[in-house]
T-cell receptor, first 113, second 114 residues
Framework: AQTVTQSQPEMSVQEAETVTLSCTYD???????LFWYKQPPSRQMILVIR??????QNATENRFSVNFQKAAKSFSLKISDSQLGDTAMYFC??????????FGKGTRLHILP | NAGVTQTPKFRVLKTGQSMTLLCAQD?????MYWYRQDPGMGLRLIHY???????AKGEVPDGYNVSRLKKQNFLLGLESAAPSQTSVYFC?????????????FGQGTRLTVV
């Protein structure tokens, strides 16, 4: 069975700093997708970034980028120039193409002014 | 576009009562999911469906039943509610495609069982 582990329950950084959230996963599959979702206080789940396992290039979306290490089964999220609006819960998730989506327990990120 | 809509948004139940949560999506997605979110536990999968007429158990299926009679709807039922089922429930859907897949979420239902 696939599992997703987020080892940092909570983090705090100053505004404008760079922060990295960790995620590791366990699977025997070679083809899959990885995601980072953001959940602000509004409770809405928002897709931040997506990575296809077959792509070697790390995904980027503006200030958000990932470090995807397939052999190490690691999928960390880097937020550059952090902003107050980045304060949220962040969930790492795994999906096989024809199956369910599994989430980690989340990292609560606080951006301090 | 409405996306994924959950009904109701809030509900208080007494122990032993039953209820059904409705999830509707208008994106013609094949896959639909029900999760529960509890503090420190992340999102745990209750049941999911990979197509109309099909359902499968997730990580925490006990005490819940589901049905997917129509492609656009995924119902989550609690036959006899227990305080341990107090949680925030999220429905999600995703397309069956190898490209650009992602999960789209409803706004959540806060359920309290007293």
């Amino acid at each position: 069975a696939q599992t997703v582990t987020q080892s940092q329950p909570e983090m705090s950084v100053q505004e404008a700093e760079t922060v990295t959230l960790s995620c590791t996963y366990d699977t025997s599959e070679s083809d899959y997708y990885l995601f980072w979702y953001k959940q602000p206080p509004s409770r809405q789940m928002i897709l931040v970034i997506r990575q296809e396992a077959y792509k070697q290039q790390n995904a980027t979306e503006n200030r958000f980028s990932v470090n995807f290490q397939k052999a190490a089964k690691s999928f960390s999220l880097k937020i550059s120039d952090s902003q107050l609006g980045d304060t949220a819960m962040y969930f790492c998730a795994f999906m096989r193409g024809d199956d369910k989506i599994i989430f980690g327990k989340g990292t609560r990120l606080h951006i301090l002014p | 576009n409405a996306g994924v809509t959950q009904t109701p948004k809030f509900r208080v139940l007494k122990t032993g009562q039953s209820m059904t949560l409705l999830c509707a999506q208008d994106m013609n997605h094949e896959y639909m999911y029900w999760y529960r979110q509890d503090p420190g536990m992340g999102l745990r999968l209750i049941h999911y469906s990979v197509g109309e007429g099909t359902t499968a158990k997730g990580e925490v299926p006990d005490g819940y039943n589901v049905s997917r009679l129509k492609k656009q709807n995924f119902l989550l039922g609690l036959e006899s509610a227990a305080p341990s089922q107090t949680s925030v429930y999220f429905c999600a859907s995703s397309p069956y495609t190898e490209m650009n897949t992602e999960a789209f979420f409803g706004q959540g239902t806060r359920l309290t069982v007293v």
